[in-house]
């Protein structure tokens, strides 16, 4: 089973950055999608973003298109989401995901559609609030 750890959350102003860290452990398949999700008060789970251990592919939903960016840190196994100009919207609790598979043509679908039911292992969780 994975196990992630999250790291970064906190209060900032419109126009600010934060940057989400998740630090993965525990795989045992050769292919993995790392997805963040965020869930507003009140409101449906979305996803966010998403990195594929395929070949490094990127996906972001198109409300953090061009502010915020995915990467990861192999040496580390972690994966990072720059959050930048951030928006009152973006408040929400931001949670990574991890999405295990035996075959890497699944990946693509796993990121494009971001469906919380296809990821099976999950952080805590960690609050972003901007506001002023």
């Known amino acids: 089973q994975v196990q992630l750890v999250e790291s970064g959350g906190g209060s900032v102003q419109p126009g600010g950055s934060l940057r989400l860290s998740c630090a993965a452990s525990g795989f045992t398949l050769d292919y993995y999608a790392i997805g963040w999700f965020r869930q507003a008060p009140g409101k449906e789970r979305e996803g966010v973003s998403c990195i594929s251990s395929h070949d490094d592919s990127t996906y972001y939903a198109n409300a953090v298109l061009g502010r915020f960016t995915i990467s990861r840190d192999n040496a580390k196994n972690t994966v990072y989401l720059q959050m930048n100009s951030l928006k009152p919207e973006d408040t929400a609790v931001y949670y990574c995901?991890?999405?295990?598979?035996?075959?890497?043509?699944?990946?693509?679908?796993?990121?494009?559609?971001?469906?919380?039911?296809?990821?099976?292992?999950w952080g805590q969780g960690t609050q972003v609030t901007v506001s002023s």
């Open positions: 995901a991890a999405a295990v598979r035996s075959d890497q043509t699944q990946l693509h679908r796993l990121c494009v559609y971001l469906k919380p039911a296809d990821f099976g292992s």
